[in-house]
């Protein structure tokens, strides 16, 4: 540090030193001009005085010399330098002036390496670790500091940035909307710098089309048209640019005005020009995402599917922000079946736009045609926050967690639904069926009876009703809404079955016998009708027709345990014990503690006359059900049977205790025979 500030000591001493002979130098000239003037009057006024003007300059000479040797004693070089250089002016052959300025020369060099030779010696190492240790120091504080800055900056740019992207959210649209104006604008302002007569021109056109905007806003149709007609007329066809992108605004404003039209015959006068402004576009200017958007939603109409995905491709690859093409081409795909497809492009229409519900709707409805429960639910609830008030959302949600499973969360999109749409059957039946499927027989039938209220001739409502009744043990009362049902839709297996059951269980056998035979006639593999019909006959004595509906029962559904309990049951009456053993052991293998089957059994071992088998099997009925009546009674009769008197009295004795009215004049009479023996 010091040797730099000698240095630059040094450095202002020289440039002083310069500066000074720069100022001696031109003083100098200006008095050798001087003495040029003077000299120059004195030759012109006094022309004999020449000899006496040498001697003079001789003594001038001898004075300047003997100075600049008194300068080079003192060291004042530059000041001799000077003296010198002005001799040589005067006289550049002067031998004497020239050896003394080389030797002046040569000691202001002796002097400069003298002086670049001195150095200044300091002991800087005490120094040196003092300033290493605060700088040390200084570092962690800094670092300390740096990071507490860092956390702090880095909180206000998570702010910051929420902020933003809420602003940016907010400014979307609007962006969206300014970007293009600003590039039209853009545009028109180039071509309107090229000449006066080319912008009157564009400003006809402009003028022309805004008018045409205004008379379509009032529903002006034909003035509308033929503004536009004006302002294609006008166009300057050298401008291809500017004459697309103008019919092409044309043909947005008039397809967009025909699809707020109810009447046909309007829809049809606005889109046709429409779709003819927009291949005009094109043909001035081919890289357009408007003209292409239009023929898609044509192509849409007319049913053309694959032009509509070709057009809003290309409308998309022209325009990759704006959400709408994006939306429109996702809506073909899924009309399509391209699921995949159409997933990407309405999740390319969410991440423009991120509030735009009716995309994020359509992509719950995407989700679910490809199995993904997860991924429709979340879009569902995007759809929600996007707009709160989306109804459709709500129930698109409510299915879908029915669907995964979680009821108390579908109950809850559907009440949702219901807030904004009290008369949607769709949510009230679902609720009925997610309350019936919960056995909450009572909250399901409030459910089904509002939907009807809404909309009493609904045929599975009625018969959803039915069902609730039935479990609740309301058979009158459902028998109502099923009827309705059965007889609404009578080529409807499963209403036509309903019915009959629950005239099954009212015992009007007839009307039952008559609606399962319907149902089987439309489903003849229809289980439990076969079933039930054949248990009908059976308990009517009709034991062929029992047979063959019990038969066909268990041929289709092998692991029927009411069908193989019921065969048997015919194989029993027909005294076919094999055959009736071998089904009711096949029923309790599907339900090994079932009492009804394993008295039935008990009775077919008695009818074989296997009392041990029957009598191990009744003590164990009433081992796990101790109050039977039946199992009582018949096991006093297998213990007659095989001749033990007294165990037979002590069962009869014991029914007679526990059940007094059971079989009484029966038991009566067992237990005289016994007391006679």
């Not at 440039?15 to 200006?30: D, F, L, Q």
């Not at 009362?477 to 059951?501: C, D, V």
């Not at 213990?639 to 205790?657: C, G, P, T």
Request: charge should be negative.
């Amino acid at each position: 540090m010091n040797d730099n500030n000698h240095q630059d000591k040094n450095t202002q001493n020289q440039n002083a030193i310069n500066k000074k002979r720069i100022i001696i130098i031109a003083v100098s000239v200006a008095a050798v001009l001087l003495v040029g003037t003077i000299g120059t009057i004195i030759v012109k006024g006094v022309v004999s005085s020449s000899k006496s003007q040498e001697l003079v300059a001789d003594q001038e000479r001898a004075n300047t010399l003997s100075l600049i040797e008194r300068y080079i004693q003192k060291g004042e070089y530059d000041r001799a330098m000077d003296l010198l250089d002005k001799l040589l002016i005067e006289n550049a052959n002067d031998t004497e002036a020239l050896a003394l300025s080389d030797k002046v020369l040569e000691l202001k060099k002796e002097k400069s390496n003298d002086d670049e030779s001195r150095t200044i010696s300091v002991d800087t190492d005490g120094l040196e670790n003092a300033v290493n240790k605060m700088a040390q120091e200084n570092a962690k504080s800094q670092a300390a500091l740096a990071e507490a800055l860092k956390l702090q900056e880095e909180k206000a740019a998570t702010e910051k940035q929420k902020k933003a992207e809420q602003a940016a959210e907010e400014a979307r649209r609007k962006a969206l909307a300014e970007k293009t104006a600003a590039e039209q604008k853009a545009r028109e302002e180039e071509l309107a710098k090229k000449s006066q007569a080319l912008k009157k021109q564009i400003e006809l056109v402009k003028d022309e089309i805004a008018t045409g905007k205004a008379q379509l806003l009032s529903g002006q149709f034909d003035s509308a048209l033929d503004h536009f007609k004006s302002a294609e007329k006008a166009l300057p066809q050298e401008e291809k640019d500017f004459s697309g992108s103008k019919l092409a605004e044309i043909s947005g404003l008039l397809f967009e005005s025909s699809e707020s039209q109810e009447d046909l015959e309007t829809k049809v006068k606005l889109e046709n020009p429409a779709v003819y402004y927009a291949e005009k576009a094109l043909d001035y200017k081919e890289n357009q995402a408007i003209p292409h958007y239009v023929l898609g939603k044509k192509a849409n109409i007319d049913k053309d599917y694959s032009k509509a995905v070709d057009e809003f491709t290309e409308a998309v690859s022209n325009d990759s922000q704006n959400y709408l093409y994006y939306y429109e081409l996702g809506k073909v795909q899924y009309r399509l079946k391209k699921y995949s497809s159409a997933k990407t492009s309405f999740a390319s229409s969410t991440k423009i736009d991120s509030s735009f519900e009716n995309a994020w709707f359509n992509l719950g409805l995407t989700y679910n045609k490809l199995g993904n429960t997860d991924g429709a639910i979340t879009s569902f609830r995007k759809a929600i926050q996007a707009n709160s008030l989306y109804a459709k959302a709500y129930k698109e949600l409510g299915k879908a967690l029915q669907k995964k499973g979680d009821f108390p969360g579908a109950i809850n999109a559907y009440k949702s639904e219901l807030e904004l749409d009290m008369t949607d059957l769709t949510a009230l039946q679902n609720i009925g069926i997610i309350y019936t499927y919960q056995g909450n027989y009572d909250q399901a039938e409030i459910y089904y009876k509002k939907a009807l209220a809404y909309a009493p001739d609904d045929i599975v409502t009625n018969y959803n009703l039915s069902t609730a009744l039935y479990g609740n043990n309301k058979i009158d009362e459902a028998i109502k809404y099923a009827k309705f049902a059965a007889e609404g839709n009578p080529n409807n297996a499963t209403y036509l079955y309903n019915y009959g059951l629950l005239k099954d269980l009212s015992g009007d056998w007839e009307t039952a016998i008559s609606s399962y035979t319907a149902c089987l006639r439309i489903d003849p593999n229809h289980v439990k009708a076969n079933n039930n019909l054949g248990k009908l006959y059976l308990d009517n004595d009709m034991d062929d027709n029992a047979f063959k509906y019990l038969k066909k029962a268990v041929s289709l559904d092998p692991e029927s345990f009411e069908a193989i309990n019921n065969l048997a049951s015919v194989y029993q009456k027909q005294e076919k014990y094999e055959d009736a053993v071998n089904y009711f052991l096949k029923a309790l293998k599907l339900k090994s503690t079932d009492n009804t089957v394993r008295m039935n059994l008990c009775k077919v071992y008695a009818a074989m006359k296997e009392y041990d088998k029957a009598k191990s099997l009744y003590l164990e009925i009433l081992q796990s059900n101790p109050s039977k009546s039946e199992a009582y009674f018949e096991l006093a009769k297998v213990f007659l049977a095989l001749q033990d008197n007294e165990n037979a009295e002590k069962y009869l004795i014991a029914l007679q205790e526990k059940d007094p009215e059971y079989e009484k004049d029966q038991v009566k009479a067992l237990l005289s025979k016994i007391s006679s023996n």
